[in-house]
């Protein structure tokens, strides 16, 4: 079953807005949560992070939210660049777990 | 550094051979993973290893299997290929103190 869900397998924002990826999970014993980006051809990349302590995390244009009584991260990407073309993975993981669980994945094209 | 590399980078396999990939890590790693990708299923952990001499099954072992007689090297082998093993496989490391997994360009297979 899966844990991680990323519900919108696809989204189209243009350049210079504001681009929201959404991540719901079902496991409360998640302790760990993680962005991926993934070009074609290419392995995933780690983006951003977050631990269940927080609520917020950022790194420049990325910021990653966390709400744990709704079981729902987000990522937001602003302001949204073409490079930013790209498959995002939203994984999480148990305290002191071995593994990362990941969602199916939200491409996202950012048109100019 | 040459981080998380993999080989092959393509293969082709017909039914019921066989074949082994080969992944290496630079970093000193304690941890690896190997993970197949297919069309809208996102990343599954198949077997990952929290040290040299040790593995362990992820969420979809089977047809597989896998060593890591050193620490630096990850082996996932195929015994006897099936089409339903057609697919992009990645490899994966992290430290024993992080969270973050360090991916590989991957591996793709097709199993005729």
């Known amino acids: 079953d899966q844990q991680v869900k990323q519900n919108s397998p696809s989204l189209s924002v243009q350049e210079g807005r504001i681009s929201i990826l959404n991540c719901d999970y079902t496991n409360s014993m998640f302790d760990y949560f993680l962005w991926y980006k993934k070009y074609p051809a290419e392995g995933p990349t780690f983006l951003i992070s977050?631990?269940?302590?927080?609520d917020k995390n950022e790194d420049g244009r990325f910021t990653v939210f966390l709400n744990k009584s709704a079981k729902h991260l987000s990522l937001h990407i602003v302001p949204s660049q073409p490079g930013d073309s790209a498959v995002y993975f939203c994984a999480a993981s148990l305290l002191n777990g071995y593994a990362l669980n990941f969602g199916k994945g939200t491409s996202l094209l950012v048109t100019p | 550094n040459a981080g998380v590399t993999q080989t092959p980078k393509f293969r082709v396999l017909k039914t019921g051979q066989s074949m082994t990939l080969l992944c290496a890590q630079d970093?000193?790693?304690?941890?690896m993973y190997w993970y197949r990708q297919d069309p809208g299923m996102g990343l599954r952990l198949i077997h990952y290893s929290v040290g040299e001499g040790t593995t362990a099954k992820g969420e979809v072992p089977d047809g597989y299997n896998v060593s890591r007689l050193k620490k630096q090297n990850f082996l996932l082998g195929l015994e006897s290929a099936a089409p339903s093993q057609t697919s992009v496989y990645f490899c994966?490391?992290?430290?024993?103190?992080?969270?973050?997994?360090?991916f590989g360009p991957g591996t793709r297979l097709t199993v005729l």
């Open positions: 994966a490391s992290r430290g024993a103190n992080y969270n973050e997994q360090f």
């Open positions: 977050i631990s269940s302590i927080k």
């Open positions: 970093m000193n790693h304690e941890y």
